[in-house]
């Protein structure tokens, strides 16, 4: 009985422990229909855009001058082959999703707007 509680235990740190989030959780749920809903070219403002997913986690210029804001969000997940003793050191990974959600502005106003929704994945270890 003990040694099936303790593997319960362990269980369920290993699959808390398992997955992690980064980014703006603004568009942690956000689809290209929803944020179409909430953004609308050529009307929207940036103090729209602002009070509806905060501010943005990079800022830049495109070489004609118009301010493009991103907002990204990622989930990934630990590779099981991560808790196997020994292996793990020598290989270890993760996989997820990324979204990304990029505004050119003109002027005060959005020009553009875009939401990407990525496929991504990491590995490491001695063995890389």
Not at 16 to 32: P, V
Not at 37 to 53: L, P
Request: charged share 20%; aromatic share 8%; with cysteine.
């Amino acid at each position: 009985m003990k040694n099936t509680t303790l593997a319960g235990c362990l269980a369920a740190l290993l699959t808390l422990s398992a997955c992690a989030s980064s980014g703006n959780e603004s568009i942690k749920n956000e689809t290209g229909a929803t944020v179409d809903q909430k953004i609308q070219d050529g009307v929207t403002t940036k103090d729209q855009v602002r009070a509806q997913f905060g501010d943005p986690m990079d800022t830049s210029f495109t070489d004609s001058g118009h301010e493009v804001w991103k907002y990204a969000f990622t989930k990934s997940k630990e590779d099981g082959t991560n808790f196997i003793p020994y292996y793990g050191m020598f290989s270890s990974g993760s996989h997820g999703t990324e979204k990304q959600l990029s505004i050119i502005f003109n002027g005060n106003k959005v020009w553009h707007h875009s939401l990407s929704n990525s496929a991504v994945k990491s590995h490491g270890g001695l063995g890389s």
